[in-house]
Structures are given as structure tokens and as C-alpha cells.
């Protein structure tokens, strides 16, 4: 049974292109299972997170995290009376924008691309499942379903208007332009409690992962972790219960209570606030004018307060700092390479390269080709056309 407040299947605002409806499968999970069979889905298992690919076996991949963040976003969804398929399907798609290299990767590309319209990974995302794609017969991309398509492009929240967050100012990525313009996304509203989820989800796996992640890399300590909020009261009672216990238990033991705090409060909190506002329609969650998903105000300052400390000792770490200048330099070289000799594209390429109109019509090819590589291919690609590889980056694990 679902919330009256959820998206019913039924209600969807369907396709692009109309499609007979599935006889076992709902408009969601059809959703679900095409973003599973996607290219670009496949292509996250060899994406950076927060370490590059070749570093070590244990790191979480672009991949791993979606998979962690469509576990916690059918949750969260099937706790408050949602639609969990919706849930998961905008989990699933959300990162599939993210260009080799994780967030390093798409600053470098956001700055190549700055002339020609942007680049931004959520919207790049969109263009994937939109346009990218090419496999059915009768459309180009997927054809999702409005409501997942609607996820993906808020992911962070309304796009314009008054409720658009202010790194929104400006124009649209030009990604993400087309497809509204194709299809009118309402991006001055907030999207779907569904869709909301998932974004919170996203919060939730990364910053628990991220902790085990550099724990696992040695840029911090259990003992540093003691002494932030959120981290400190875990550990605590973990050591009043399990006194002794050995080195790596005791660091899941915590941070599983970590995870389970975050998921916890938010449900608390979404509960609260669905029962306060008394929403009858997906409809009325979109008007709202603030998001129904959140945490609470005293989780979110102590997770800011960790997530600095991530920023500084981990993400910003001079062993992690040095990879990202290598990285960049391998994507400031491919893509300039690639714009002035589009030929070095693939085959299968030269078709959209020879329909391009103009300098930007092409970067954004180049832009998609270069987004879509994987971390070892990007470094192969670089090493094969330029010079240089992983043994200019240091070899091995960060230290």
C-alpha cells in the first residue's frame, strides 16, 4: 500500500516516445531494469569515488556507491509508504553523468567546457539516458519515464526559481536545457518525496563510506574519528559493549552505527514532517517550497562538521591532491586533443561528428566521449596518444 503522497504507477505522466505497457513490470521498474542494462550503468564499476581505479581492490567505485545508495533509497522509500522502484531507479541513474576521475574529473570538465554551455554531471546524466544510449530501435536514450527523469535533473533540488539552490544561478548546462526543452521538467519545483529520498540516500552512503574508505587508506585514525560528533559517540559505545574487541570489528561495529543514526533520523524526521504538512498528492510534495527529505538540524551541523573533516584530512590530503593533479592533467590533454583532431575519435563516432554545426556542437561531442570513459581507459587513451600513466601517478595505493 502506498502513500497517498507517493508516485502510483498509474498516475505516471508515462514517456517521450509512447511505449504498450509492460504486463509484469511497472513504469518504474522498467525504468529500474533499463538503467541496469545501460552502457553507462556497466561503466561505473571502473569510476573513481573518492580513489582512482588502479589503487586498491577494497575502495568503493562509482558503481559500488550506486549500489549502496539504491539500498538505503528502498528503505527509507518502503519505511515512509512510498514508491521504492521510483526510489531506486533515480538511484540507480543518478550518477551516471560522472565523468573517469570522479569529482576532479568534472571540475577539470566544467572548466574545458565553460565556453560551450557547461558540464554538469547531473545533466550529463540526463543526456545519457535521453540521447546517449543508442540501442532500441524506435528512440534514441531509454525512455524513462517522466518521474525518473524528473529525479535525475533535481537532484540537489529545484533548478530555478526561487527555491533553486544558488550554485543553479545562470544558465541551464546545456544538457540539461535540451532535454527540457524537449520535455518540460518543472524545474522550479521540488521533486517527488521519491526522488527526494534518493538524494538523501546519496548523503547517507557516501558519508559513511567515505569514512570507512579513508580509515582503509590511512589519511586518518579510529582515534581522530573519536573526537568528531556523529563518529565519537559511536566508537564509545561500541567499546562499552564490546570491550576489546578487535581492531576491525570495532571499526565496523561503529560505523554501521553511524549509518544506521543517519537512516534513522531521516525517517524520523520525514515522518514528522509528512504527518505536520498532511500532503494528499506527489503534487503537493512538489509545492511544498522546501524539501519533506532531510535531516534533522542537529544531525546535519554534526555531518557537517564531519564531512570538514573528510574535506581537510581526506579529500584534500596531499597524497590525494597530487592524484588529482595527475588526473587532471590527463583530462586537460584528451580533451583539447580530441577537439582539435576529432578523427582520433571511434568510428561509430564520426557520424555526430561529421553532423556537428560548429565548435561547440563538436566539444559537446568531445565532451560526451571524454565523460564516458572509464578511469582505465582514460588513463590507457592518455598514455597511448599523449604519454604518461599510472606510473607517473605515483603507482600503487595512496599511502
Known amino acids: 500500500m502506498l502513500a497517498p503522497y507517493a508516485c502510483l504507477p498509474d498516475g505516471s505522466r508515462g514517456r517521450l516516445w509512447p511505449e504498450r505497457l509492460s504486463s509484469f513490470r511497472s513504469p518504474y521498474q522498467r525504468d529500474r531494469d533499463r538503467i541496469i542494462h545501460s552502457s553507462a550503468f556497466r561503466r561505473l564499476k571502473h569510476k573513481t569515488q573518492v580513489f582512482v581505479e588502479h589503487e586498491g581492490d577494497y575502495y568503493r567505485t562509482r558503481l559500488t556507491h550506486t549500489i549502496e545508495v539504491a539500498q538505503v533509497a528502498r528503505t527509507i522509500a518502503g519505511v515512509l509508504g512510498l514508491n521504492t522502484d521510483l526510489s531506486e531507479a533515480v538511484a ?38 535521453t540521447r546517449l544510449e543508442r540501442h532500441y530501435a524506435d528512440f534514441d536514450g531509454l525512455n524513462l519515464s517522466w518521474e525518473t527523469l524528473e529525479g535525475i535533473a533535481k537532484h540537489n533540488g529545484p533548478v530555478t526559481g526561487p527555491n533553486a539552490d544558488k550554485k543553479h544561478e545562470g544558465p541551464l548546462p546545456y544538457a540539461l536545457a535540451e532535454v527540457n526543452q524537449q520535455w518540460d521538467l518543472e524545474l522550479d519545483t521540488h521533486a517527488s518525496a521519491e526522488a527526494q529520498v534518493a538524494a538523501i540516500a546519496d548523503d547517507v552512503a557516501y558519508s559513511h563510506h567515505d569514512l ?6 590511512g589519511l586518518f ?100 591532491m597530487a592524484v588529482r593533479a595527475d588526473v587532471t592533467r590527463m583530462v586537460d590533454g584528451l580533451f583539447p586533443l580530441f577537439l582539435r583532431d576529432p578523427s582520433l575519435l571511434p568510428a561509430e563516432w564520426q557520424a555526430d561528428v561529421a553532423a556537428a ?14 565523460a564516458g570513459m572509464t578511469d582505465r581507459f582514460a588513463i590507457q587513451e592518455h598514455a597511448r596518444l599523449i604519454g604518461g600513466g599510472t606510473e607517473q601517478m605515483g603507482g600503487g595505493q595512496i599511502p
Do not use: C, W
Open 357 to 370: 554545426k560548429g565548435e561547440a556542437a563538436l566539444a559537446r561531442i568531445v565532451a560526451d566521449y571524454v
Open 92 to 129: 540507480l541513474a543518478h550518477d551516471l553523468g560522472h565523468t573517469p576521475f570522479g569529482h576532479t574529473g568534472e571540475d577539470a570538465m566544467e572548466r574545458l567546457m565553460a565556453p560551450y554551455g557547461g558540464f554538469d554531471h547531473n545533466a550529463q546524466a540526463l543526456r545519457i539516458v
Open 212 to 217: 570507512h574508505d579513508g580509515l582503509r587508506s
Open 221 to 320: 585514525t579510529e582515534a581522530d574519528l573519536m573526537e568528531l560528533p556523529v563518529t565519537g559517540p559511536a566508537f564509545e559505545e561500541v567499546d562499552r559493549t564490546y570491550p576489546g574487541l578487535e581492531k576491525m570489528r570495532r571499526r565496523h561495529e561503529a560505523l554501521r552505527r553511524v549509518f544506521g543514526r543517519m537512516v534513522e533520523d531521516v525517517i524520523a524526521v520525514a515522518q514528522n514532517r509528512l504527518a505536520s504538512a498532511q500532503p494528499k498528492s506527489v503534487d503537493d510534495i512538489r509545492h511544498m517550497g522546501t524539501t519533506i527529505i532531510r535531516f534533522s538540524k542537529p544531525l546535519y551541523q554534526d555531518l557537517k562538521a564531519v564531512r570538514g573533516f573528510l574535506f581537510h584530512r581526506m579529500y584534500r590530503a596531499p597524497s590525494v
